[in-house]
C-alpha cells in the first residue's frame, strides 16, 4: 500500500551535516505521520523525529532537537531530516517509516508505523 525509499545517508566528520530524503510512494495519502527512526549495532530503535502528513507539524527527540529538522513536502511525497552538528553517536542505520494513525497525535513507538523504508546508513567519525 505505501511504499518508502531512503536515501542520503553516508560517510561524514563530527560536526558535519547530512540531508535524508525518503520518498513515500503507493498511497501517501494514506498516511498519518512518517517519521525517522535510527538503531545503531547492539542498540535498540529509536525515533528520531517525525512529522505528521496533512500538517506537516515536526516533532524530535530530545537527543536530536536543535540539530535536526524534519520536513515534507507532500507535492513531491518526500519527507526529510536535515542533520546538523553531527555526533559521533548519531553514527546508525536511518529508517523512515509510516503510520496510519489512530494510536496518538505524535506516535513514537516503532509498532505505531506500519510501513518502513529499507534504511540507509550514516557513520559520523570523531
Known amino acids: 500500500q505505501v511504499q518508502l525509499v531512503e536515501s542520503g545517508g553516508g560517510l561524514v566528520q563530527a560536526g558535519d551535516s547530512l540531508r535524508l530524503s525518503c520518498v513515500v510512494s503507493?498511497?501517501?495519502?494514506?498516511?498519518?505521520?512518517v517519521a525517522w527512526f535510527r538503531q545503531a549495532p547492539g542498540k535498540e530503535r529509536e525515533f528520531v523525529g517525525g512529522v505528521t502528513w496533512s500538517d506537516g507539524n515536526p516533532y524530535y527527540d530530545d537527543s536530536v532537537r536543535g540539530r535536526f529538522t524534519i520536513s515534507r513536502d507532500n507535492v513531491k511525497n518526500t519527507v526529510d531530516l536535515q542533520m546538523n552538528s553531527l555526533k559521533p553517536e548519531d553514527t546508525a542505520d536511518y529508517h523512515c517509516?509510516?503510520?496510519?494513525?489512530?494510536?496518538?497525535?505524535?506516535?513514537?513507538?516503532?509498532?505505531?508505523?506500519?510501513?518502513w523504508g529499507q534504511g540507509t546508513q550514516v557513520t559520523v567519525s570523531a
Open positions: 503507493g498511497r501517501p495519502s494514506t498516511t498519518y505521520a
Open positions: 517509516a509510516a503510520s496510519w494513525g489512530g494510536y496518538s497525535a505524535y506516535p513514537i513507538l516503532p509498532k505505531q508505523y506500519e510501513y
